[in-house]
């Protein structure tokens, strides 16, 4: 392997440590602490991990956490109401409702419930329509751990070639945006995308973001590009894997930077939720 290796769970680490001296400091400014309100409606077990370790995460930065569990039967009025129960909550400063929901729930619009304040997760239109027009404001987790992946990569985007593979709400659309306002040219790509190779081989910053294993080739890797691989995929065993939308091993001999998966991207999320969370708590001070 020629690429140098991002390694996501050192960065976030560092981030950690970063979110948690400014806690530090915000408690002694202000005397509160901030809060985030986690919110699991059913019992799926995945999503049941993934907000379990978001509120460990907190207990190890000194944010305080508001863990709600609910039964999968829950009506879409009680938790809207629980919802504007954490808005009027002054202690609560962020608020994530994990998706997906059961399917007689609206995850749009149990999102959009959410004040646009403490809209951690950076998915309410107020949020989305801010980050698009370059407004202050909370940003999706993920794609802000990207773009600290890049500058600890010593990646400057400004006028480079930036391809994004996906074009969701949660990733991809607020990729883009964070890389037009650092001066990248922007290309995002998806299931449509006529010779998706080709698109990719022009790219100095290459993301991959749609939940395929290995769809981007080594061949697909401009030579000296930054790779970072948002995928997570699961491969059946024995033993199953995880793997993500990059073939890893062929791409890092081409590359000169890559992520693993696991290792890379998923820490980062969860460190700039913890960001996310502070920052909301000084926009209510």
Known sequence: MSATLLDGKAIAARVRGEVADDVATYLAQTGHTPGLATILVGEDAA???????????????????????????????DLLALIDELNANPDVSGILCQLPVPQHLDGVEITNRIAAHKDVDGLTIASAGRLALGMPGLVPCTPAGVMRLLEEAGVDPQGREAVIVGRSNLFGKPMAQLLLAANATVTICHSRTADLGEVCRRADILIAAVGVAHLVKGDWVKPGATVIDVGMNRLPGPPPTLTGDVDFAAAAEVAAAITPVPGGVGPMTIAYLLRNTLTAARMSA
């Open 47 to 77: 999503s049941a991990v993934y907000v379990g370790g978001k509120q460990k995460a907190c207990a190890e930065v000194g944010i305080r956490g508001f863990d709600h569990r609910l039964p999968a039967d829950t009506s879409r009025e």
